[in-house]
């Protein structure tokens, strides 16, 4: 029988590196602990992948009998609940703890539920999607760790008012990782649960790292939210077991593909507790709220780690939800999410903020795509989760950057940082363009997205991705107009990122245009027999001479902007001051007021957030995506009954 | 494959000629509207001469090269509009142009500049959903997104769309910056933008935006005759009619109108994309179950 003793290693390890980590007080050592840490798992995620290939690619099932580890899972789960029923008390929150007793309850007695003898309960399974999600995890999450190891410092030194405890920091970004290793390649549901319910209080202690008033409630924002989600996924969990008799989450997909009835329901419940994980519209807030921690965390939240549960549950459900009527729940929530959200974006002005609208805007349409369930829009959902993964966190740590060099994060601050800040803003300029630009992946997936939508015949979600894409590319580009545009001053800003910030964004820009570049083949050799795996079937939206065709423009968007530099450096030019209507002061930054005195030019974007800010579009948004729910609930429910 | 090379080599050498003579015939109607003589039918090239010789004025020199990107991702554009490939790609490498305009104009930091280039971007967000429409719209009908596929279809694609072709034009308007959609830029620089995104473009970089203009405008152009081509060489003929019709209303439309706010050009774009071609996509999707034109 497989063992592949690195498996258990990479749930484990970052559970481990983090209990060190906790007790560690040395600057030193915390670094070379959380480097180490943050390299093993790169490698041990490597081994996987060569033993995987050895394999030939075929999914591999282990652990059948687990009674240990079980127990052991068991017990934590206590732990769990204890820790955030004492913390909820301690903050006078506390409702909350029924959120995380009444699940525990229930998951205790899912346990009990004889399970069908002759069935041997598989506790973990790898296939193409557990794998791509292990790639994602290790690769970014282990460069976001490294990344955070200089950063906690520069934030100490910014931040006084806050209580040095990045090592408790460093520790929670491991068992943060570690949770989403198990969460992805476990296929008892039980375990499913433990490990959901371990990222929702992983976010919980994230966000509230500052303890501040702000970051307390946030973080209980964040938990209610998540523990909604979790309470509705252990009900999914103790119906289907009870009426099933097994505990397997791939019998638990097949079933619901099939659409047996008592599948129906546990499909639904886990399709909304996958909304609350990747923030969804009504649950969009506790996301924006989660930007009171450090850089960092919110990096891992955006990218790698959190929001990227939930699509992978989806992604997972997504034969189950073809065609039915949870299905076109999940797709019109994504998709109204993708078109509100996109709109909240293009009203903020602090980066972070716009990085996190975008964030909840693009999973809308990954949440979208995999609640139409058909090949083709999973392909593109398995593309979108892919760039974005890889670029948002490039952009998130570029912002965290650039905040602690210009000691703001508003992109109005941000107005010609390439001529002060050079480095970071070609890396932000390659993560914005990443996001939204032509021949790069966001988009191609987002195209992919829409002829899927089309040969779906799907006008709603077409709509939707018309209409959203428009303003998606507002936002962006305001920004990247910011980014370029000649400075108000000369600017005496330093860049003070440090060495290993900066390795983690090299290493990101790197693999964002390796991405882009080798899109075609990972669409070939990898998603595409993905999609064969899942739905019995390929899915390729387009052909590969066309990904082939849209290589040769990515070179083209590189090579064209340098040769017209080369070309337009032997232009003989005469620099002239800017039109200002007569009323220059002699430089380009100071024109004369109507009082005779200079006044300092001052260029601003648009960003109308009286008419379709947070504030003013947020609370009825919420109300429609929650009567959407409501009322797809109640149709389900009138189906089974 | 050899009357695609064929085509595309026209298409680079004889765009910027039309585009040319669509400019003198444009300005040759207005100032008859207006009740003026005008210049003569060439004079647009006149003018393009003059710049290519006038010594460069520039505020940021890095306009240059931006504006020349700008240039060439446009001629690529059109290139791959005549080559038959994917109609969708072409609007998307079209977008990325437009972002090399943007770029150029807000490069400088100059106050007009960046206000016209503001509103080129909600001018950008205005028109787009109509131009994914519209590609949708032809996919509808002809089964295929790649250009050689509709264009000669057994039936003239306005048959099925004739919605999203109403919407086309609508944004053509916006696309080519006339009024009452100028939002960007102005006709007259003794306006309250100058001249918006072009402010302090000048002379050989007011001859590539100029050039790239003629290139995009018939590139435009083309995809409206898409509607009308079908398999029969008549109908190429009736998409040439067509086209001259449609840029007199445009150039009617021009002189008879006032700029509005830019705002308001969101609104109105938007609904008549929902509306026209939205219903017409949606009608087309229950009631044809496959239209293989």
């Keep these: ?641 | 494959m050899k009357t695609k090379i064929i085509s595309v080599i026209a298409y680079i050498i004889l765009a910027p000629i039309i585009g040319g003579l669509l400019d003198g015939i444009d300005r040759k109607i207005s100032a008859r509207m207006q009740r003026r003589v005008g210049p003569p039918l060439l004079q647009p090239f006149y003018d393009l001469g003059k710049l290519f010789n006038k010594q460069v004025i520039v505020v940021r020199s890095s306009q240059s090269f931006l504006l020349l990107c700008y240039l060439i991702f446009m001629i690529i554009t059109g290139a791959m509009l005549y080559a038959g490939v994917d109609l969708l790609m072409c609007m998307f490498v079209l977008s990325t142009a437009a972002m090399f305009l943007y770029f150029a104009a807000c490069v400088t930091s100059s106050p007009y500049s960046t206000i016209g280039a503001s509103r080129e971007l909600i001018q950008i967000m205005a028109y787009e959903p109509a131009v994914l429409l519209t590609c949708v719209g032809f996919y509808l009908v002809s089964g295929s997104f790649e250009v050689s596929d509709i264009a000669f279809g057994k039936f003239s694609d306005i048959i099925y769309l004739p919605g999203v072709f109403l919407a086309y034009i609508f944004i053509l308007t916006i696309k080519m910056r006339k009024s009452p959609f100028d939002i960007s830029t102005s006709h007259h620089p003794n306006q309250e933008i100058v001249k918006g995104i072009t402010s302090e473009m000048g002379a050989r970089n007011l001859a590539f935006f100029t050039l790239t203009e003629w290139y995009e405008n018939v590139f435009l152009l083309s995809v409206l005759a898409l509607f009308i081509t079908n398999r029969s060489p008549v109908s190429f003929l009736a998409a040439v009619i067509v086209i001259l019709v449609v840029y007199f209303l445009e150039i009617l439309i021009d002189n008879c109108s006032a700029r509005i706010k830019y705002f308001d050009m969101v609104k109105l774009a938007w609904a008549v994309t929902v509306v026209l071609a939205g219903s017409n996509i949606w009608i087309l999707m229950l009631v044809k179950q496959n239209i293989v034109n």
């Design chain 1, 1 to 641: 029988m497989l063992v592949m003793p690195e498996i258990p290693f990479l749930i484990c390890f970052p559970f481990l590196t983090a209990l060190l980590l906790f007790f560690t007080k040395n600057d030193k050592l915390k670094a070379l602990i959380s480097y180490l840490g943050a390299i093993l798992v790169i490698c041990a995620a490597g081994i996987l992948w060569f033993d995987w290939l050895k394999g030939g690619y075929e999914p591999i099932f282990l652990y059948q009998n687990t009674e240990i580890v079980d127990h052991i899972i068991f017990v934590a789960e206590i732990v769990i609940m204890v820790l955030i029923t004492f913390l909820c008390f301690k903050y006078k929150k506390r409702i909350i703890c029924l959120l995380s007793i009444i699940p525990t309850i229930i998951i205790a007695f899912a346990e009990q539920i004889n399970i069908n003898p002759t069935e041997k309960l598989e506790h973990i399974y790898i296939d193409r999607l557990a794998m791509l999600m292990c790639t994602i995890i290790s690769l970014v999450g282990s460069l976001i760790i490294i990344y955070a190891v200089g950063y906690m410092s520069g934030y100490h030194m910014h931040h006084k008012e806050v209580k040095d405890r990045s090592n408790y920091f460093l520790a929670l970004l491991f068992v943060f990782m570690g949770s989403m290793f198990g969460f992805v390649l476990s296929s008892s549901l039980i375990w499913l649960y433990f490990f959901w319910e371990c990222t929702s209080v992983c976010s919980f202690l994230l966000i509230g790292y500052t303890r501040s008033e702000e970051a307390v409630t946030n973080s209980f924002r964040a938990l209610w939210m998540n523990l909604l989600g979790g309470t509705a996924l252990a009900i999914g969990i103790f119906y289907f077991a009870f009426f099933e008799r097994t505990l397997s989450f791939r019998s638990f997909i097949a079933l619901g593909a099939l659409g047996d009835v008592y599948a129906i329901l546990p499909v639904a419940l886990m399709a909304f507790a996958a909304l609350t994980k990747s923030a969804q519209l009504p649950f969009s807030t506790w996301l924006l709220g989660a930007m009171v921690a450090p850089t960092p965390s919110s990096a891992l939240l955006h990218s790698a780690t959190m929001v990227k549960a939930g699509i992978y549950v989806l992604l997972r459900l997504s034969p189950a939800m073809s065609g039915n009527i949870t299905g076109m729940m999940i797709s019109l929530v994504g998709g109204f999410t993708f078109f509100v959200a996109s709109f909240m974006a293009v009203a903020q002005s602090d980066a972070k903020r716009v990085l996190a609208m975008s964030t909840v805007s693009n999973l809308g349409l990954m949440v979208a795509c995999a609640g139409v369930g058909r090949p083709e829009t999973v392909w593109a959902g398995a593309f979108l989760m892919i760039f974005h993964a890889v670029s948002k966190s490039l952009l998130f740590l570029d912002v965290g950057a650039t905040e602690n060099s210009i000691h703001s994060r508003d992109i109005e601050d941000m107005h010609g940082i390439l001529f002060f800040l050079p480095l970071l803003a070609m890396f932000m300029f390659i993560g914005i363009a990443g996001m939204f630009l032509a021949p790069f992946g966001m988009l191609i997936s987002k195209w992919a997205a829409l002829r899927a939508a089309v040969d779906e015949k799907n006008i709603i979600l077409l709509m939707f991705i018309v209409f959203g894409s428009a303003t998606t590319s507002l936002y962006w580009s305001k920004w990247m107009g910011k980014i370029i545009s000649h400075p108000h001053a000369p600017a005496e800003f330093k860049d003070i990122t440090r060495p290993n910030e900066f390795v983690s964004l090299v290493l990101h820009a790197v693999m964002m245009i390796a991405l882009c570049v080798l899109f075609p083949f990972v669409s070939k050799v990898f998603v595409d027999p993905m999609l064969v795996e899942m739905f019995g079937m390929s899915g390729q939206v387009l052909s590969q001479g066309v990904l082939y065709i849209l290589v040769v423009i990515i070179c083209f968007v590189f090579t064209i902007p340098l040769l017209s530099i080369f070309y337009s450096h032997k232009i003989q030019t005469n620099r002239k001051l800017s039109y200002m209507g007569g009323i220059n002061e002699g430089d380009n930054c100071f024109f004369t007021d109507s009082m005779g005195e200079p006044k300092r030019l001052w260029l601003s974007n648009y960003y109308f957030a009286n008419k379709i800010g947070i504030r003013k579009i947020m609370m009825p948004c919420q109300f429609v995506s929650a009567g959407i729910l409501l009322g797809m609930f109640c149709i389900i429910l009138g189906a089974i009954l």
